[in-house]
């Protein structure tokens, strides 16, 4: 884990660093700075495109994570990568002639409720093919485990550029309409810098032969284009969804409360850049007792960093919205503690996803992904038209804990590994406990001092109590090093 622990824990520091940026832009910029019409216009363009993501790369970004370990020679690795390369190609230019063709009726279609995304639809292709191959060439990195990096460029080099042109639209140097555009040119730019980075680490020569496991590849990647994309539905659907019953401005409002839960999210993003390839190479290598310790150490690691973020911020959502000062924005406060809990129990799972998709059991993954899809498309229509944009939260959740559940199930059924011990428990029941010790403390304060006294309370028995119980070997190393440092 010594690999895992360090990248995973600069990963982290850039994924925060990013969110904390990403989060000035969404509660404050973006919600003051931009019509709420175009911030949702922004929201479902760009989640939109990451639904075609997967299929616009075939599923390259994790074929290449699969297979690159386990050819042997430079020759056969060149060739793997040259391939992977140019079979985007085979899928995005067939579709362009279509989306050009059937132009009008794709775009009628999509904006039948919100006639302002009409002269922007061809933006999600655009977008999409970005995305998607930022991913291959940040798969490179990966593989050559240097993850930090294109982890930078993911999480802080579009923020940033994104706070630059909020200001601008706030200073009027760019209209509302030209924002929308000039995102589109930072995910270009984002895509660019990812190629020279990835090729800086390993530039293949171009051999242009059909690996020799060809078969084996397109089975793969077919699958996991298509769980991959069944994965993006269920990450982005309910935005796609949200505008075909409701107005588009509440998209914006659903983005905010989605973007505040997602934050519990930073370690596990964080982790899985470099635990990837690790559970790939040991599967390849049939290790199957270090895929176990990766399984149960990154588990509990996981859920001790989630818990305490997931307290954070359920425990000052009510003073962090009085903060932004939008009242309009405050209905996501149940949004919030809904994906909070999915996000919660998605990292309780560990390397469960890299052990399936990696595995030689990766096609149930596509069938797991498939129905997760099918049934949060199902459950969105129905509880988004019920109770509006909670229903979409709440649709996220019902399918999370159930199919969650299914993934453990399987993989202890055919891998017999499971990642749980009792301090798991003692971590939920601790969580449990400081949320209900919390949930009504008010200090009577500015929101910002309320945030900060009861965050460290919060955080210092927290940690406490961890540190005491030694629940996980490794946060406790980690602890011991920074107290060591200051003297404790």
């Not at 404050?28 to 216009?41: I, M, P, V």
């Not at 964080?270 to 310790?293: D, F, H, S, Y």
């Not at 990766?362 to 944009?389: E, T």
Request: charged residues 10%.
């Amino acid at each position: 884990m010594g690999i895992v622990l360090k990248q995973s824990f600069t990963n982290s520091i850039i994924l925060f660093l990013g969110f904390a940026i990403g989060g000035t832009n969404v509660l404050f910029l973006y919600t003051h700075f931009l019509h709420e019409d175009y911030y949702g216009l922004n929201t479902f363009l760009l989640s939109s495109a990451n639904i075609l993501l997967p299929l616009m790369v075939y599923g390259m970004q994790f074929t290449i994570v699969k297979f690159f370990s386990s050819y042997k020679t430079k020759l056969e690795q060149d060739q793997f990568l040259t391939f992977s390369l140019f079979v985007p190609l085979l899928v995005i230019i067939p579709l362009a002639i279509i989306g050009t063709l059937a132009y009008d009726t794709i775009a009628e279609w999509i904006s039948k409720e919100n006639s302002i995304i009409k002269p922007y639809t061809y933006l999600i292709f655009i977008s999409a093919i970005f995305m998607g191959y930022f991913e291959v060439f940040y798969a490179f990195c990966k593989v050559q485990l240097q993850s930090i990096f294109g982890n930078f460029i993911k999480e802080v080099f579009a923020r940033v550029c994104t706070t630059f042109l909020l200001i601008a639209v706030y200073f009027k140097w760019i209209t509302n309409e030209q924002f929308i555009y000039a995102i589109v040119v930072v995910y270009a730019v984002r895509m660019l810098i990812m190629l020279v980075y990835a090729f800086s680490l390993y530039k293949p020569q171009f051999v242009f032969k059909i690996p020799a496991n060809i078969k084996e590849i397109v089975s793969y990647s077919f699958y996991i284009i298509l769980a991959g994309s069944a994965s993006s539905i269920l990450l982005d659907i309910d935005k796609f969804m949200i505008p075909q019953v409701e107005r588009i401005a509440e998209v914006a409002y659903y983005a905010v409360g989605i973007y505040i839960a997602q934050v519990i999210a930073i370690p596990s993003r964080a982790m899985q850049q470099i635990i990837n390839p690790l559970t790939a190479r040991e599967l390849n290598a049939n290790n199957l007792k270090e895929v176990g310790k990766l399984y149960k150490k990154s588990s509990i690691t996981l859920l001790i960093a989630g818990g305490l973020l997931f307290l954070l911020i359920n425990l000052n959502i009510n003073d962090l919205y009085q903060f932004i000062g939008k009242p309009e924005y405050a209905v996501g406060g149940l949004i919030v503690l809904m994906i909070s809990i999915a996000e919660l129990y998605k990292l309780a799972l560990g390397s469960n996803g890299a052990i399936l998709t990696n595995s030689n059991y990766y096609k149930i993954f596509f069938y797991f992904s498939v129905a997760m899809a099918v049934s949060v498309i199902i459950l969105n229509r129905w509880l988004i038209q019920l109770i509006g944009i909670d229903g979409a939260a709440l649709a996220t959740l019902i399918v999370v804990l159930i199919f969650s559940t299914f993934k453990i199930v399987y993989v202890q059924h055919k891998l017999q590994l499971q990642p749980f011990s009792i301090n798991t428990i003692k971590i939920l029941a601790l969580i449990g406990v400081l949320f209900a010790v919390f949930y009504f403390v008010n200090f009577g304060l500015h929101p910002i001092i309320n945030i900060i006294i009861k965050s460290i309370f919060i955080t210092i028995i927290y940690t406490i109590v961890i540190y005491k119980l030694r629940l996980s070997e490794e946060v406790n190393v980690i602890l011991n090093t920074y107290l060591s440092k200051m003297n404790f």
